[in-house]
């Protein structure tokens, strides 16, 4: 009604009608809230890809929000088990299984999966109940990993546990030993204190598994040869 008062005679040709009506009560805080994982995750990611600039990018299922602002600058696939109809330039979109990939063995050069093998074979998304699901997914995204290639891989991070049908907990060494192929180029942790910063790479070991759903950013990479990148 204050408002109404106040436009009294200076709509400017917009309708204020009761029927429109869409009250938003709770945004008046002291600063902007956000998703902690959600935000800094995608931001770390692009960061290494707008460093590499990969000719293409193959995405498995990761938040959109990240694929669609990368395709601004690389060229991007992207995969889900459910499809996603976003139609964007540079952005292809396609349906996959995890856990059985439709790619040949070494072949994909820019690979990533964040926030996603938590959640498989609890069945959250439709797909079947598997207690191995987020260990056939990992190694399927070792098995693709071409010679040279990076694969950035963002999981919750801390005392490992299974949160009924949402989403599983890894310690930081459940989350190397998947990957006995490849080798840790980067890692970097987002704590669950938003009193801790934003980004922490080089988190040790200790503070990660101490987090009660902290955010663990892994960026692996397959050696070029037997003999060559050394693990950094």
């Not at 063995?105 to 598997?130: A, F, K």
């Not at 037997?226 to 693990?231: A, C, F, R, T």
């Amino acid at each position: 009604m204050t408002f109404k008062k106040l436009s009294a005679g200076n709509m400017r040709g917009f309708a204020l009608e009761w029927k429109d009506r869409y009250p938003c009560l709770n945004d008046q805080t002291e600063s902007t809230n956000f998703d902690r994982h959600y935000i800094y995750h995608p931001a770390w990611a692009a960061r290494i890809l707008a460093m590499m600039r990969p000719a293409v990018h193959v995405d498995i299922s990761s938040t959109l929000y990240f694929c669609s602002l990368v395709s601004a600058f690389i060229p991007v696939i992207f995969y889900d088990y459910r499809p996603a109809h976003l139609v964007l330039s540079n952005l292809s979109t396609h349906s996959a299984d995890l856990t059985a990939l439709n790619f040949a063995d070494q072949s994909i050069t820019s690979l990533s999966c964040m926030h996603v093998v938590e959640h498989i074979g609890l069945g959250r998304y439709g797909d079947p109940l598997d207690p191995s699901g987020d260990l056939k997914a990992m190694a399927e995204l070792q098995r693709v990993l071409s010679p040279g290639g990076s694969l950035l891989f963002v999981v919750p991070v801390g005392g490992p546990r299974v949160m009924f049908n949402a989403h599983r907990i890894y310690s930081y060494r459940q989350i190397l030993e998947a990957f006995p192929e490849l080798y840790l180029k980067e890692f970097a942790l987002i704590t669950d204190r938003s009193g801790d910063g934003g980004i922490i790479y080089n988190a040790a070991e200790e503070l990660v598994d101490h987090q009660r759903y902290g955010c663990g950013c892994f960026w692996f990479a397959r050696k070029s040869s037997p003999e060559g990148d050394p693990i950094v």
